[in-house]
């Protein structure tokens, strides 16, 4: 995959596509915003608000796997973008028809909404590694890709905010902007403007779903990473809010997460340029100091070091969702390059879901204080370890990409002689 290729307008068509379905990807917890007003509404606790949240999170899970399984192969990418935006479009219309949605309706959009929103990131990972082969600008279209993922979660949520201050039901208005990438994904992912994946390899035989073991040992490092993050960003409002009274703060201290997120994803390209797979063990390194800052910031009552320790933090993890699928598309076929990206997005989300079970037995065998002092060392020690490990997963992902490459340049001289 890492031959040259000229990149045509219309690629770059598909991949504005792509942008404005990641744009609106993270917005799964934007209502949250008017949960108040839920409640009011439907006469609900807030037990049954936060299934809206969590409804739709479970749900991305299976989504992301099955058109991992069949995006490029049983479906087109073309028809994979028309459905998933589709069904974000329908997971909105909460928008337009309010409380005359009972409540099971509205529980049902939000379903709708989770088996759309899973669909994106394999759609986008596999056809901008498809569109651009080359390894370096892969990369970069991969960060930038990051970096609008990151804007949209925070201009979608202010937004969901600013429409819920006017009526409780228009927050849902942000879900019907994927009208628009669904008439750009009609008009733009067509067979000129996405190279066709050979479903054969060199031998003749229909290339298998197969991820070499350097890749699958990544994605155990990527689980543990999202374990470790979201354990200690779990435990952040209870380390912050006993040093700072203040709400306004805090939210501030916590939006600094995504300024260091896309920091990362500005560095990922240049970064891999010159250090290949070893970008996220180097860039991880930089994480792992945030979250021993974080630790260091509440012993020692520092907040202007929270507002360091939570933009390193943002910097470190959010390397793991850009390099992890760097590295897999590196890994396999074009044509299996989907599948792999849902097995990336099982993993992301699996960490996330098990995080607060394994800090609760943490937490039984040493001992809680207010802060889980346990919790935190034992997940810093996780991140240690997989700082480790990555340096070795790293190696091997080079040395299986050099060989691949020096491979095709080999075929491509056969074909001229």
């Known amino acids: 995959m890492a031959g040259k290729m000229k990149i045509t307008p219309g690629q770059i068509g598909v991949f504005v596509a792509l942008m404005t379905m990641y744009f609106i990807a993270p917005t799964h917890s934007a209502i949250n915003a008017v949960s108040a007003n839920l409640i009011e509404v439907?006469?609900?606790?807030?037990?049954?608000?936060?299934?809206?949240?969590?409804?739709?999170?479970?749900?991305?899970?299976?989504?992301?796997?099955?058109?991992?399984?069949?995006?490029?192969?049983?479906?087109?990418?073309?028809?994979?973008?028309?459905?998933?935006?589709?069904?974000?479009?329908?997971g909105g219309l909460p928008a337009v028809f309010g409380a005359s949605?009972?409540?099971?309706?509205?529980?049902?959009?939000?379903?709708?909404?989770?088996?759309?929103?899973?669909?994106?990131?394999?759609?986008?990972?596999?056809?901008?590694?498809?569109?651009?082969?080359?390894?370096?600008?892969?990369?970069?279209?991969?960060?930038?890709?990051?970096?609008?993922?990151?804007?949209?979660?925070?201009?979608?949520?202010?937004?969901?905010?600013?429409?819920?201050?006017?009526s409780w039901n228009l927050a849902?208005?942000?879900?019907?902007?994927?009208?628009?990438?669904?008439?750009?994904?009609?008009?733009?992912?067509?067979?000129?403007?996405?190279?066709?994946?050979?479903?054969?390899?060199d031998k003749g035989e229909k290339v298998k779903i197969k991820l070499p073991a350097?890749?699958?040992?990544?994605?155990?490092?990527?689980?543990?990473?999202?374990?470790?993050?979201?354990?200690l960003f779990n435990l952040g409002g209870a380390t912050i809010g006993a040093v700072v009274d203040n709400p306004a703060v805090i939210g501030t201290i916590f939006s600094l997460f995504?300024?260091?997120a896309m920091g990362s994803a500005l560095l990922f390209g240049p970064g891999y340029k010159?250090?290949?797979?070893?970008?996220?063990?180097?860039?991880?390194?930089?994480?792992?100091?945030?979250?021993?800052?974080w630790y260091v910031a509440h012993l020692t009552g520092n907040i202007p070091l929270f507002y360091v320790a939570i933009i390193l933090a943002g910097f470190g993890t959010n390397t793991f969702t850009i390099g992890v699928p760097m590295i897999l598309s590196t890994l396999v076929a074009p044509a299996v390059v989907a599948a792999v990206m849902g097995f990336s997005y099982v993993f992301q989300n699996g960490g996330g879901f098990i995080a607060s079970p394994i800090d609760q037995v943490v937490s039984m065998v040493g001992g809680a204080d207010p802060i889980m002092?346990?919790?935190?060392?034992?997940?810093?020690?996780?991140?240690?370890?997989?700082?480790?490990?990555?340096?070795f997963v790293a190696k091997n992902a080079n040395k299986i990409a050099a060989e691949q490459k020096e491979e095709e340049e080999k075929a491509g001289t056969a074909i001229e002689a």
Do not use: H
Request: net charge neutral.
């Open 42 to 90: 439907y006469g609900v606790d807030a037990n049954a608000i936060s299934y809206l949240v969590s409804i739709t999170n479970l749900l991305e899970i299976p989504a992301a796997f099955v058109i991992g399984m069949i995006g490029g192969r049983k479906l087109s990418y073309k028809a994979c973008t028309m459905l998933a935006t589709a069904l974000v479009f329908i």
């Open 101 to 166: 949605m009972s409540w099971g309706v509205l529980l049902a959009t939000r379903c709708i909404l989770g088996l759309g929103l899973g669909c994106f990131m394999p759609i986008v990972m596999a056809v901008i590694s498809l569109i651009f082969q080359k390894e370096s600008v892969r990369a970069t279209m991969m960060s930038v890709a990051s970096i609008v993922f990151n804007i949209g979660m925070i201009v979608t949520t202010s937004v969901a905010g600013i429409l819920g201050a006017i």
């Open 172 to 201: 849902w208005g942000i879900y019907l902007f994927a009208l628009v990438p669904f008439v750009l994904a009609v008009f733009l992912m067509n067979p000129q403007n996405i190279p066709a994946a050979p479903e054969v390899d």
């Open 214 to 231: 350097p890749g699958w040992f990544l994605l155990v490092l990527f689980l543990c990473a999202i374990i470790m993050s979201q354990s």
């Open 258 to 260: 995504s300024i260091g």
């Open 274 to 293: 010159f250090l290949k797979a070893n970008v996220i063990p180097v860039f991880w390194i930089i994480g792992l100091i945030g979250y021993v800052l």
């Open 373 to 391: 002092s346990s919790v935190w060392i034992f997940n810093i020690i996780l991140g240690v370890i997989v700082c480790v490990c990555l340096f």
